[in-house]
């Protein structure tokens, strides 16, 4: 068997292109052009990346963008003043603090100050409560593109027993969460899906793996995820994003993974794209809100 691919680039630029014309509907209905403020600290190359390839899709959509810089002194005080700033600024509606912060911030404490109604990445703890309780302001962003991906292609979650590799705050413990829920106000699929986490303390992960209809691997190690660890005919999503001697490569062992699953995302060109693209759609919502208010 070789796997189907799930093109996330594919439907990235689908998505984006449904999103231009709600972005246009709303800027010419509303007087508004969507705008979404980027925080970048210091000068990780990384972030760099991020925040340039977010931008870009922002402006292809029509949503406006800032970008203020601190540089990798700055304090934390003066990060959150900007953030408060930011919050007060009507004419901004989402706000991304580009993660990660020099060590000497505290980005909980800045994450925190970002005002739930522009915390367009979902992060702060009301927005978080909100989604655990299925009733989210936002969704966040990579899990509500894994959720995207796989209803775009027509692979069900309900019922389906998910095997998610990872318990971070931005990836594995949020699409548990949308994926536990009773009905569909968490997302395009109505979830019901049978959850299992893991993480670093677990114990016969493989054994674990290897019940998964839809495994999906967010664990920061390259190629972590082996053939052996896959059912046949599993669904197998790769959240990794690892910059290697050889390139860009994620946490799953793609070549030879691709011969057990029946689909599976590639990287670069998987779930990177969607991640951006929900970005926008919570940026997009941010302004809707705030137009009702
Ligand atoms: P993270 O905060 O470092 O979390 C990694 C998780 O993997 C932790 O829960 C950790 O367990 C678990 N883990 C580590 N080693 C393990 C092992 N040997 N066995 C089982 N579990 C293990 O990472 P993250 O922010 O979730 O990111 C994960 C990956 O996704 C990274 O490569 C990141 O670059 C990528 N990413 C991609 C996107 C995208 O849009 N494609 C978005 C976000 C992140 P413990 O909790 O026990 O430490």
Redesign the pocket.
């Known amino acids: 068997m070789t796997a189907k691919l799930l093109d996330g680039k594919a439907l990235a630029a689908q998505l984006q292109e449904e999103l231009t014309e709600r972005v246009s509907d709303f800027a010419m209905n509303n007087g508004v052009t969507p705008t979404l403020a980027a925080v970048l600290v210091g000068e990780n190359p990384a972030s760099e990346v991020y925040v340039r390839n977010k931008r870009a899709a922002c402006e292809r959509v029509g949503i406006a963008s800032q970008l203020h810089r601190l540089p990798r002194d700055a304090s934390e005080e003066l990060l959150l003043s900007l953030v408060a700033r930011l919050n007060r600024d009507e004419a901004v509606h989402g706000i991304l603090v580009q993660l990660p912060l020099p060590g000497a911030i505290d980005a909980a404490r800045v994450l925190d100050g970002v005002h739930p109604s522009k915390d367009v990445d979902c992060f702060h703890p009301e927005n978080v409560g909100r989604l655990s309780q299925g009733r989210p302001t936002f969704l966040p962003c ?1 899990p509500h593109g894994v959720q995207h991906l796989l209803f775009r292609s027509g692979i069900p979650v309900a019922g389906k027993r998910v095997v998610v ?4 705050d ?3 413990k949020p699409l548990a969460m949308l994926w536990m829920q009773k009905d569909s106000t968490c997302g395009p699929t109505a979830a019901n899906a049978t959850v299992t986490v ?5 114990e016969n ?1 493989a054994e674990i793996c290897r019940q998964a209809d839809v495994l999906v691997a ?4 390259a190629r ?1 995820i082996k053939a052996d660890m896959i059912r046949p005919g599993a669904v197998v999503v790769d ?4 910059r290697t001697a050889e390139g860009l490569c994620g ?1 799953v062992d793609f070549e030879n993974v691709r011969m057990v699953a029946s689909a599976i995302t590639p990287v670069p060109g998987g ?2 794209p969607l ?1 951006v693209t929900m970005l926008l759609y919570n940026t997009l919502k941010a302004a809707q809100m705030l137009s009702l208010a």
């Open positions: 990579t590799v990872g318990r971070s931005i990836v594995g893991c993480h670093s303390q677990s992960l967010a664990i920061g190690k972590f959240v990794g994003m690892n946490d779930v990177g991640t």
